[in-house]
């Protein structure tokens, strides 16, 4: 655990991080970035909070069998996207045309249309909730097996 | 059903997938259900494997766009050339999967018994099912860079469970091996990718392969690409990680882990057949896989003939059984550019070779199953602290003695069958070919008689009092695939007919695989 000043600083800053990170997920199809990019930003910080705190303390609040079933559903939510469009192929992005996300953007130079896309933010943000807790799970067993704690089966 | 046949493709890919990810959510609940779901899935995924061959067969190439408005939608409109993710099914393509459904339905049911006293077996499912993903993704796609993602797929999930058994210190050595060959190897494919996709501005492999001019970077390309597949499985020279990552793995994913060599090898043959095809006729492509495989044959052989690890033993003898594969093919490979010779004896060999993959993918897994059982009796894989267990076991005995008579070619049973049909076909080609291949055939006999006799016959040592036949769910795996064995020796002109000969037909037929993807209609 660090000093005082910086873990005061840590728990201020993990808002803007979090926040940028959702950004980078929720712009994924119109900017640069996406599920996964905007995924590791909010892992980093977590690795900020497991420098400022060690391990041990982070291991209250991010449990295994919760990161688990993050990372599971994550990916169920990108299948089941999937498969939503198998009535016409698998993958077919059937919100084209629909009110959620489904404006078709205009060709050219433009300010960028953040409704559109049709499943692609969707999936972004399943992409996005599986690496957040992917990763988490994997920083935080490093940092415990780095430190001699015992992880949790 | 006509709708279940038209999706087919993704789904044999999609449902491992899902299923890899209900695990944990499942597992966590009731241990029943997870290994029922597991057991459904594979079995659903098998049964979708025969629908789809059933439907090739009568109706040619399988294409499926992923994302179109409809599933033969190859090129979107105001496209030239195929762009979306596009899976094509021929004739080997199909004939992999067969092998792939039946060896991951084993492995599954083999897995139950053999990891029972194991820890985290939650991941090892989760885990086995995205290798299944990668596996089937391989033989099904029809775009290079998919070809490349599931490879990874494939190699990482195989080295997480090649190193399962932590308790065990050189599991970790044999993951680490296995996963430094696969980054390399990976690494290679994706630059010859590079190289491919720089020039020509497509990765679908039957578009690439109407526009490939055989350029110099086009020859550093296939070079990467052939150099990144063998060593994936295990050509002679880049083997030395072959018996360290097999002989450690619980013995169901060694089983599954001989299927992915057979993945990279039939993805070495797709790039020599399908996306370079005539250009290498009469090159000296085919010589190469020739000598190195005729390399493989003989040092595999001569190194197992003295291994005392019976894990490693059977590791070395799939480097050799592998030399017959690459040899068969190679030949057919070397006379390609030239039709008489290809029809006299060509096509023959091709044919020989593919048999052959599809009759190792059933005695080798079965022989490492039963390696498995020994190791789960015993506690040890040493061939000499053995003794007297056909009396303690008698399927396992009778089971290994099926394997031990088919990999070494005895008469009737398969292994002869894909043999006798290499060794006739590449003897027109130089007899050496054949020569050794008896004299090859006649140690791997020798080694697994000893093999046999050191682990089974003689009285019963009194540490092994106690031991017992192994649990069902073990037998019942062994016996799927003893009785696919038994099955291809009852009727090799059967599947000779109706598998083999289409699949060989397919690699040989680049024309057809580029017009299903270029030339279908919307």
């Not at chain 1, 900020?48 to 990161?67: D, I, Q, T």
């Not at chain 2, 990668?134 to 080295?159: C, K, P, R, Y």
């Not at chain 2, 190193?163 to 430094?180: C, L, M, N, S």
């Not at chain 2, 630059?191 to 720089?198: P, Q």
Request: proline share 4%; with cysteine; aromatic share 12%.
């Amino acid at each position: 655990m660090l000093s005082k000043i910086v873990r005061t600083v840590a728990n201020q800053l993990i808002l803007f991080i979090l926040i940028f990170g959702l950004y980078v997920i929720a712009h994924g199809h119109i900017t640069p970035g996406g599920g996964f990019q905007g995924g590791a930003i909010i892992v980093s910080g977590v690795i900020m909070l497991l420098v400022a705190f060690s391990s041990k303390e982070l291991k209250k609040s991010l449990r295994e069998r919760v990161l688990s079933i993050m990372e599971s559903t994550g990916a169920l939510i990108f299948a089941a996207l999937a498969f939503a469009g198998i009535g016409t192929v698998f993958f077919y992005n059937f919100l084209v045309g629909t009110p959620i996300f489904g404006r078709i953007p205009v060709p050219g130079p433009g300010p960028g249309d953040i409704w559109t896309g049709g499943v692609i933010p969707l999936m972004n943000f399943a992409v996005g909730l599986k690496v957040i807790a992917g990763l988490s799970a994997v920083v935080l067993a490093i940092a415990l097996f780095s430190s001699g704690e015992e992880v949790e089966e | 059903m006509d709708t279940l046949i038209t999706h087919s493709s993704i789904l044999i890919i999609a449902i491992p997938l899902v299923t890899a990810f209900l695990i944990p959510l499942v597992g966590m609940t009731s241990k029943k259900a997870r290994n029922a779901l597991v057991i459904v899935s594979l079995a659903f995924v098998a049964f979708l494997v025969f629908a789809l061959a059933k439907d090739i067969a009568i109706n040619g190439i399988h294409i499926y766009t992923l994302g179109a408005t409809s599933p033969d939608l190859t090129t979107p409109t105001g496209f030239m050339a195929p762009v979306r993710i596009i899976l094509e099914v021929d004739g080997m393509s199909i004939l992999m999967g067969i092998i792939w459904s039946i060896v991951s339905l084993a492995a599954a049911i083999f897995s139950f018994s053999h990891i029972a006293s194991e820890t985290g077996q939650n991941r090892f499912y989760t885990l086995l099912l995205l290798m299944v993903t990668g596996g089937f993704g391989m033989m099904f796609t029809g775009d290079l860079f998919n070809l490349f993602v599931f490879l990874e797929i494939a190699s990482i999930s195989g080295a997480a469970l090649i190193a399962f058994r932590t308790k065990f210190a050189d599991t970790q050595e044999g993951g680490f091996k296995y996963i430094v060959v696969s980054a390399i190897a990976s690494l290679m494919v994706l630059f010859a990718i590079g190289l491919l996709y720089a020039q020509y501005n497509s990765l679908n492999i039957g578009a690439l392969a109407q526009v490939i001019q055989y350029t110099t970077p086009d020859k550093i390309a296939l070079a990467l690409l052939l150099i990144a597949f063998t060593m994936k499985a295990g050509m002679v020279p880049l083997h030395l990680w072959f018996p360290d990552a097999y002989s450690v793995a619980p013995a169901s994913i060694t089983g599954m882990l001989v299927i992915t060599s057979h993945a990279c090898m039939y993805a070495a043959f797709r790039v020599c057949f399908t996306l370079y095809g005539g250009m290498l006729g009469t090159s000296v492509v085919g010589w190469i896989l020739i000598i190195f495989g005729l390399l493989s044959m003989f040092v595999g052989v001569t190194m197992a003939v003295f291994q005392k690890d019976v894990m490693r033993f059977m590791s070395y003898h799939a480097i050799s059984q592998l030399g017959y594969m690459w040899v068969g093919v190679g030949v057919g490979l070397a006379v390609l550019g030239n039709p008489a010779l290809l029809a006299t004896y060509g096509r023959d060999a091709i044919s020989g070779g593919i048999f052959h993959i599809l009759n190792h993918a059933m005695y080798k897994p079965l022989l490492f199953f039963t390696g498995g059982a020994l190791f789960y009796c015993t506690g040890t894989r040493d061939l000499t602290k053995m003794g007297g267990l056909a009396h303690k076991m008698k399927w396992t005995t009778i089971l290994y003695i099926i394997g031990t008579l088919s990999i070494s070619g005895i008469p009737p049973l398969n292994g002869f069958s894909s043999k006798i049909l290499i060794y006739e076909s590449v003897y027109q080609f130089h007899p050496i070919l054949t020569i050794t291949g008896i004299i090859v055939s006649i140690l791997t006999l020798a080694s697994f008689t000893k093999a046999f006799h050191s682990a089974f016959m003689g009285a019963e040592l009194p540490e092994y009092k106690e031991v017992k036949e192994v649990p069902r769910s073990m037998i019942i795996a062994m016996v799927i695939l003893a009785a696919g064995i038994i099955f291809i020796t009852l009727f090799p002109a059967l599947i000779v007919n109706w598998i083999i000969n289409p699949a060989a037909d397919a690699l040989i037929n680049q024309g057809a695989y580029i017009n299903a993807v270029t030339g279908a209609t919307p």
